[in-house]
């Protein structure tokens, strides 16, 4: 099993009350797999979507990235871990505005190899934004691209590196339906190699072309088909 949660605690505490968001999650998902993650507002998807990612800590529980525990690495190897098996898309893109497409998408690239042979690593990242279909906006900063060419540029970004896993936050919240399926389709093209993919949606009609749907209500997996 490529990525595995097991027993998944996770709470937060204000000034007033212990708020308990995920109460003993157990999922797995294998190589080549689409998982929809849905349900209400506040259900914990979107934290289950950072622990699985290694972006925020579980209170109890393991998840396993190809049979590692991701949180048994410490911080700077799960850094590594999310640079190198793990790419984001979130509904708010995360583009730096004053870099273009091209060096937006390449990053994750040189946070892993450094800047060395720049020629090559270009000649990857425009392979990346072709991928998406954007390989003539290569040299315009987001400012200049429309909502769902941003996200394309996200995504080109999350799939730079070949992770082996894919996680996206509600990645069409902030698009059109034209685009929102544009944007769909091509996450969902990506487990075609192998990559598992993971969407948390509130959007059914994303739901449904995934291969399997989980829902969660109240912290709790209440059915998973």
Request: charged fraction near 25%; charge should be neutral.
């Amino acid at each position: 099993m490529l990525l595995k949660a097991e027993n998944i605690n996770k709470a937060y505490t204000d000034t007033q009350k212990r708020v308990d968001v995920l109460k003993g999650i157990d999922l797995e998902v294998g190589a080549g797999e689409s998982v929809a993650i849905v349900g209400p507002s506040g259900a914990g998807k979107s934290t289950l979507l950072h622990i699985l990612g290694g972006l925020d800590l579980p209170d109890e529980g393991a998840v396993l990235l190809n049979g590692q525990d991701l949180y048994a690495a410490g911080d700077a190897g799960r850094a590594r871990v999310r640079n190198r098996d793990i790419g984001f898309v979130f509904q708010f893109y995360h583009l730096l505005p004053e870099f273009s497409a091209l060096e937006n998408v390449l990053l994750p690239v040189f946070i892993r190899q450094g800047r060395g042979r720049v020629r090559e690593l270009e000649e990857a990242g425009r392979d990346a934004l072709k991928r998406v279909g954007l390989e003539d906006r290569a040299l315009h900063k987001p400012s200049q691209l429309s909502g769902g060419e941003q996200q394309r540029v996200a995504i080109a970004r999350a799939v730079i590196n070949s992770p082996r896993v894919l996680l996206c936050d509600e990645p069409t919240g902030n698009l059109d339906s034209a685009s929102g399926a544009r944007v769909i389709e091509l996450i969902l093209g990506m487990h075609a190699g192998g990559q598992a993919v993971v969407i948390v949606t509130h959007d059914e009609a994303v739901a449904a072309r995934c291969g399997r749907i989980v829902h969660i209500r109240d912290g709790v997996l209440t059915k998973v088909k």
